[in-house]
């Protein structure tokens, strides 16, 4: 039964609106699924926050350590008091407050089937630890049920606060949260009242050794219940972000995170690199579209993002996939406890697979606990299995989690373990003589900084090709274990890219450095395509395939049933949303097979028209598909060119053809985006 509370006043976050359940809904101008009567703001100084007040904007919830507030508006007002307050100069930042979904799918009642377990090698690893009751794992969910007798010897307790009587003892800005915090409803008791939470935190901590049906895969470790979501299932940026705070903030070192949004927040972002600053790993949701295109806040650097496998060790039709995906886990009939004290044996989703990386993560900071959270994220993603899926080939960086694995690994770590750094891809592979910004993205780089000159163990190197005169050294702007930033000086000659770390260098790779006019250039890092379970559609090749016209080419075949469709998904990554002035395509392809003459579609996502995907993919070109064989076609993006950026920098791309025929086949030889 849910605990009932006197309700208190905050000094860090108080209730929300009285609206606050209502769904969300499509933003009137920019299309974004947010709070109807809610916006993230940054004030422009302390004179600011106080005439936005008088003008009938009141503040909701602060969060201190990032420097944003949540404003109550007019309902479905969003957009236009979003435009209002910056028209005005009193706000340096003004956003919507974006809703988040459950990454699952709904359970059904309890076969007892614990397969997880023995797929993760977690038997095993228990005969190095078990957990410990030190370690915490924060359930960022919809609750968790409390009082359910599996989860119950397990709550993490505020050690420093004393229930019930009405003061905050420990100083933390929330008032008698000896269980957690409910950042949905803005009161004290994070009870479940979905279900969702409850699943998971089953699936990382349920106890174990205790005569009932199930244990969690850290069956010592204690769960913090931080419960973010309504009981509609939807979360806010405003409900959301202050929970990654309060659990960084009360020692979680693990969040396990089942909820997902289309485009990245800097609410949000800033709330995970704060959770990494204090050394909490955040784990989360890949997403369940089976789309190669990221979600959030699984798709940011300082996130493990997880995707789902089955029995068979192969990608959940379901799942997302792509080189930003970190690992995969078991996400598929996974038994996890339920409200009231039952079980099932349905849960499943990126939903499931996310607590199951989640307690694997949990058992390394058991056996390790004053590792660096760099350390630990190491060890779960470097001994992940490769899994190579035989329709969706390699689909997530790394592999699927192995707890014995990672927990030997973890005890084998060091600075300069032999890890070999790997190239995924490079955006731009081509820049202009006057220089310009690079992303490398991989895996196994490490996560100390470094540049073209030995710097902590780390060396990025620019060759030349042969060996002519000295060029200005590579800037590093942003390292991380996955993804390196670089400036590209003027001046600097073609040549080979390469990441050295810890003794070990990665593969080359070739960048262009074209005349002062060229344009900067990419093609697509990720391909996904629809219809491929149980529909007959296949995809072979990518990013290495679309980047040269080299006679190595990407091939779709269409789908068995009666569409015979070809549709293609690519993302594009590496662009900048804010700068870029126009976009053109580089098309090499021919189709064999086809039946009648079909029309061949290249279509984008405008993100003017609403965050994806609920906006509109526009047609960007159209012709035969029969027609220009062999042939680079060339067409630019209607203007302004921003309008197919999302904020991260990437574009969404779709090519569509019905070809009439089961066995035709789309050969891409190369594909590239030019942009100035």
């Known amino acids: 039964m849910r605990r009932l509370f006197v309700p208190l006043l905050l000094l860090f976050c108080v209730a929300l609106s009285a609206n606050e359940a209502l769904e969300p809904m499509l933003t009137s101008q920019t299309r974004v699924l947010s709070a109807p009567d809610r916006i993230i703001v940054r004030f422009a100084n302390v004179a600011a926050q106080r005439a936005v007040q008088q003008m009938g904007y009141p503040v909701l919830r602060t969060i201190p350590r990032l420097g944003y507030a949540v404003l109550k508006v007019p309902y479905g007002q969003v957009d236009e008091s979003i435009a209002q307050l910056k028209t005005q100069g009193l706000v340096r930042e003004a956003y919507p407050d974006r809703a988040y979904r459950l990454a699952y799918v709904p359970n059904d009642p309890l076969v007892p089937n614990q397969w997880n377990l023995f797929r993760m090698n977690v038997p095993s690893a228990w005969d190095i630890t078990q957990g410990s009751p030190d370690v915490v794992v924060a359930v960022l969910d919809t609750g968790v049920d409390y009082l359910h007798p599996e989860l119950a010897p397990n709550v993490w307790r505020n050690p420093r606060e004393i229930p019930d009587n009405g003061n905050d ?43 009932y049906q199930m244990a969690g895969i850290a069956y010592r470790c204690r769960i913090m219940c931080v419960k973010i979501g309504l009981s509609n299932g939807y979360s806010y940026d405003s409900m959301f972000a202050p929970g990654v705070v309060y659990a960084a903030d009360m020692g979680a070192k693990v969040q396990s995170i089942s909820y997902f949004s289309d485009d990245l927040t800097p609410l949000l972002r800033a709330a995970v690199d704060y959770a990494w600053s204090k050394g909490c790993l955040v784990v989360a949701a890949a997403g369940n579209f089976d789309e190669p295109f990221p979600i959030y806040p699984a798709g940011y650097d300082k996130a493990v993002a997880v995707a789902a496998t089955t029995t068979a060790d192969r990608k959940a039709s379901f799942s997302n996939h792509g080189t930003w995906v970190d690992v995969s886990a078991p996400g598929v009939g996974i038994t996890a406890t339920t409200l009231g004290g039952g079980y099932t044996d349905r849960f499943a989703g990126t939903s499931a697979a996310t607590p199951n990386a989640a307690g694997v993560t949990a058992l390394l900071w058991s056996l390790q606990p004053n590792a660096p959270v760099q350390q630990i994220r190491s060890a779960l993603e470097y001994a992940s299995v490769p899994l190579n899926d035989p329709v969706a080939g390699a689909f997530t960086s790394y592999g699927r989690v192995d707890a014995w694995r990672a927990l030997n690994l973890l005890l084998a ?3 300069w373990y032999p890890i070999t750094p790997t190239i995924h891809w ?3 592979h081509r820049v202009p003589a006057t220089g310009g910004t690079v992303t490398i993205f991989g895996r196994g780089f490490g996560w100390e900084p470094g540049s073209v000159h030995l710097q902590a163990g780390q060396m990025l190197t620019l060759a030349v090709r042969p060996v002519p005169r000295p060029k200005p050294s590579v800037q590093v702007l942003e390292w991380s274990d996955s993804r390196i930033v670089v400036q590209i000086p003027p001046g600097a000659s073609s ?11 990665s593969g080359r790779f070739w960048l262009t450095v074209g005349s002062a ?18 529909q007959g559609a296949q995809v072979t090749g990518g990013y290495v395939e679309l980047l040269e016209a080299d006679g190595k080419v990407l091939v779709a075949r269409p789908r068995t049933d009666n569409s015979k ?37 290249v279509q984008l996502y405008d993100f003017s028209t609403g965050s994806y995907p609920y906006g509109a993919w526009v047609e960007v070109f159209r012709a035969q598909a029969g027609n220009h064989a062999g042939q680079t076609l060339e ?42």
Request: aromatic content about 10%; overall charge negative; charged content about 25%.
């Open 517 to 534: 006019n060229a344009r900067f250039a990419t093609a697509p890092s990720d391909v996904g395509i629809v219809g491929r379970y149980g």
């Open 426 to 428: 490079v955006s731009p």
């Open 635 to 676: 067409f630019s993006l209607p203007a302004p060119a921003g309008r197919w950026v999302s904020y991260e920098g990437d574009l969404f791309v779709r090519i569509v053809v019905n070809t009439g025929n089961a066995d035709a086949r789309l050969l891409i030889d190369r594909l590239w985006f030019l942009w100035q």
């Open 169 to 211: 003892d420990d100083g933390n800005g929330f008032v008698d949260d000896d269980l957690g915090w409910d950042f949905a409803y803005g009161d004290r008791d994070p009870m479940d009242d979905h279900g969702h939470g409850t699943a998971c935190a089953g699936i990382i901590a349920a106890a174990g050794d205790n005569g």
């Open 413 to 415: 770590l060091s600075p």
């Open 495 to 505: 040549g080979w890219l390469q990441v050295e770390g810890r003794g070990r260098k």
């Open 565 to 601: 469709t070809i549709d293609l998904k690519l993302l594009v990554r590496g662009l900048d949303k804010n700068s870029v002035q126009s976009i053109t395509c580089e098309y090499l392809r021919q189709y064999l097979g086809l039946a009648g003459d079909p029309v061949e579609s």
